[in-house]
């Protein structure tokens, strides 16, 4: 079984920058494209961005584009997401999941793996 724990959350002023942490145990890591999600009070869970599986592409949502970046490092099985200039409207629970053999972009449907995820609030 295919276990994901982010960490790295909590309470942010805006303009600020935080790294999300996402440990990947219990598969081949490297089998995984990784992405990123968050869900707002009262939204929908949506797309932050994604990584393939060897860290050489990337995709971004637009709302983050320029601000986040995705980096994974496979020995530690970990991806990570940078983040940077953080807005109030990034306050929302921050999930990465996993997607085997293949890479979902700019969805939240196909994945196979999802983390319990961690909170980040952005305060103005």
């Known amino acids: 079984q295919v276990h994901l724990v982010e960490s790295g959350g909590g309470l942010v002023q805006a303009g600020g920058s935080l790294r999300l942490s996402c440990e990947v145990s219990?598969?081949?890591?490297?089998?995984?494209?990784m992405g990123w999600f968050r869900q707002g009070p009262g939204k929908d869970r949506e797309f932050v961005g994604a990584?393939?599986?060897?860290?050489?592409?990337?995709y971004y949502a637009d709302s983050v584009k320029g601000r986040f970046a995705i980096s994974r490092d496979n020995a530690k099985q970990t991806v990570y997401l940078q983040m940077n200039s953080l807005e109030p409207g990034g306050t929302a629970v921050y999930y990465c999941?996993?997607?085997?053999?293949?890479?979902?972009?700019?969805?939240?449907?196909?994945?196979?793996?999802w983390g319990q995820g961690t909170q980040v609030t952005v305060s103005s």
């Open positions: 999941a996993a997607d085997y053999l293949r890479l979902a972009v700019g969805t939240n449907s196909g994945y196979d793996y």
């Open positions: 219990g598969g081949t890591f490297s089998s995984y494209g």
């Open positions: 990584i393939n599986w060897s860290g050489g592409s990337t």
